[in-house]
């Protein structure tokens, strides 16, 4: 398995506050994710990083926003939680170019806004 | 506008007999097409992909199928065995290093 850990694994919060989400990988990979799972959408993108202090927006970047100061740590911050960000958060990591393009998945976690 | 569907949201079988798991896509200008594999309070693991160059690729139990003029991928589990019971997405990759998900299909393998 790819060492990938994320942090925390489950968090209950409250609408208005501010959440951070940590994705740690140990394999030196260049590319990085952060996606949510909701019933009936799937695994959606939100942000990714492409290098340090490199980030590019996904389909559904609104209301996030993301950090990588180091190669092994990308950061995934609510600014103000709502409840339709209440949602199982997954991180990846995978190192292009060429080819196939296999992402590795962390474990998730689980946030609640209440 | 969803790029990959799976139209179906869930598939029972009986252990031993043939999955099949549909995904359709409405654009051409992809590079690969995955399937991945989840189980509950985990990550998404990759199983299975193929190039667009490609109409088969096949990995033990796993066949996956790619028919280009209908813009249709299959994912064959043969045989099923109650262990495959998950969530499988397929995925699509093409031009730049961002995957699209399907909405995912539960497979339950009934003993």
């Known amino acids: 398995d790819a060492g990938i850990t994320q942090s925390p694994r489950h968090k209950v919060t409250e609408t208005g506050t501010p959440v951070t989400l940590r994705c740690h990988q140990t394999e030196n990979h260049r590319y990085m994710y952060w996606y949510r799972q909701d019933p009936g959408h799937g695994l959606r993108l939100i942000h990714y990083?492409?290098?340090?202090?490199?980030?590019d927006k996904g389909e559904v970047s609104d209301g996030y926003s993301v950090s990588r100061s180091k190669t092994e740590d990308f950061l995934l911050t609510l600014e103000s939680a709502t409840s339709s960000q209440t949602s199982v958060y997954f991180c990846?990591?995978?190192?292009?170019?060429?080819?196939?393009?296999?992402?590795?998945f962390g474990p998730g976690t689980r946030l609640t806004v209440l | 506008d969803q790029q990959v569907k799976q139209n179906s949201p869930s598939l029972s079988v009986q252990e031993g007999r043939i999955s099949i798991l549909n995904c359709d896509y409405t654009?051409?200008?992809?590079?690969?097409f995955l399937w991945y594999k989840k189980y509950p309070a985990e990550g998404p693991t990759f199983l299975i992909s193929?190039?667009?160059?490609?109409d088969k690729n096949e990995d033990g139990r796993f066949t996956v199928f790619l028919n280009k003029s209908a813009k249709h991928l299959s994912l064959h589990i043969v045989p099923s065995q109650p262990g495959d019971s998950a969530v499988y997405f397929c995925a699509r990759q093409g031009g730049s290093e961002k995957l699209v998900f399907g909405k995912g299909m539960k497979l339950t393998v009934n003993p």
């Open positions: 990083s492409y290098g340090v202090k490199d980030t």
């Open positions: 193929i190039s667009s160059i490609k």
């Open positions: 990846a990591i995978n190192n292009p170019p060429g080819g196939t393009d296999t992402q590795y």
């Open positions: 654009n051409s200008m992809f590079d690969y």
